[in-house]
């Protein structure tokens, strides 16, 4: 960690910079007060969604990064794979509501450091960014097991026992906005896919999940959104 010396002469440690990326003010405002009155952090900016967080990186050249998984257009985990090409090194720490079952995971081998429940109390999203500065590694407990069960060969619980931890980051992503009632062309256009690929993907989650009939996969996906993010959209 960086240091300067005080008027006396005594070195003081700067503090390190975080930018914040949630595409919910009141959460995003919250995050950046918490932060704000830890000695060793500093928020230097914040972004409403990914893509102004990725401008925001080269501006404000963050020493870690906040992140939220669903947001408007790219997503958290888009996002991750973006930061980590431009900046291979940068740490980033996932904030989010979803199933970390189904979540954490894919955030760290998209390059993340640490994946925090939005539930998990200010403690704790402290530490993980500290770990992550640190360059190690901080999810719950019992993800800790099942990805170390998986590393020594033992499989362990996938996605909450679900299908759709089969689905790919992508397909998850087309599932998610099925079930926020998007259209095809909507989703092509949140995601700057063509509608052929998003029918594509559309067709593979079909698959992938055993559905027949189109109705049946908004039902499932709008099933999906109720029960795993919540009535408030996405988090």
Known sequence: MKTKKNSSGEKKTQPRKVL???DHDVVRMGLM???NQEEDFEVCGEAGDARKGLNALEELKPDIVLVDISMRGMNGIEFIKSAKAYQARLPIVVLSIHDEWLYAER???AGALGYVMKTAGSDEIITALRKALAGE??????VNGV????FLGGGGRTGNG???ATL??????VFELIGHGKTTREIAGLLNLSVK????????????????????LVQRAVHYVESEIGQGGPG
């Open 147 to 150: 990805l170390l069960q998986r």
């Open 107 to 109: 955030a760290l081998r």
């Open 197 to 216: 690929t998003v029918d594509s993907h559309r067709m593979h989650i079909k698959d992938k999940l055993a559905i027949k009939t189109a109705p049946e």
């Open 162 to 164: 679900s299908s759709i």
């Open 168 to 173: 790919s980051d992508r397909e998850l992503e």
């Open 33 to 35: 007060y918490l932060l």
């Open 20 to 22: 914040v990326i949630d």
């Open 137 to 142: 590694l901080h999810v719950s407990g019992r």
